[in-house]
């Protein structure tokens, strides 16, 4: 999976470093937003193949992001994760709705999100 590129939202720094750096040790390519409207430039001016989005942000939350990455033609087949402290059945039930690919419940361990993003980005790729 090395050469894919993860956006990785979180308007909280500490959490988003954290995920970050075990994305790079993977051997991602990482980017980085701190706000849902910040997620949306960024998937304009680069190629990003997952997203890895926070549910509760401060302005447009998680929910909203997706709607709208769902939405344009650009972004709309760019695979999204959910990663959030809300676990409830609705909550989990709003963002597939909202057409997020998987949904993890922080915390997580690091071997845990790293094997559901390969299992995203391999599922993904056209067949041979």
Request: glycine share 6%; aromatic share 4%.
């Amino acid at each position: 999976m090395a050469g894919k590129t993860i956006l990785v939202v979180d308007d909280e720094t500490q959490a988003r470093k954290l995920i970050a750096l075990v994305l790079l040790r993977q051997g991602y390519t990482v980017i980085e937003a701190s706000s849902g409207q910040e997620a949306l430039e960024l998937t304009m001016q680069h190629d990003v193949d997952l997203i890895l989005l926070d549910l509760m942000m401060p302005g447009m939350d998680g929910i909203a992001v997706t709607r709208q990455l769902r939405a344009e033609p650009r972004t709309a087949e760019i695979a999204v994760v959910m990663f959030t402290a809300r676990g409830m059945v609705d909550d989990k039930v709003e963002g597939f709705e909202a057409g997020v690919d998987d949904y993890l419940t922080k915390p997580v361990h690091p071997a845990d999100l790293t094997a559901r993003i390969k299992a995203i980005l391999a599922s993904r790729e056209p067949d041979e």
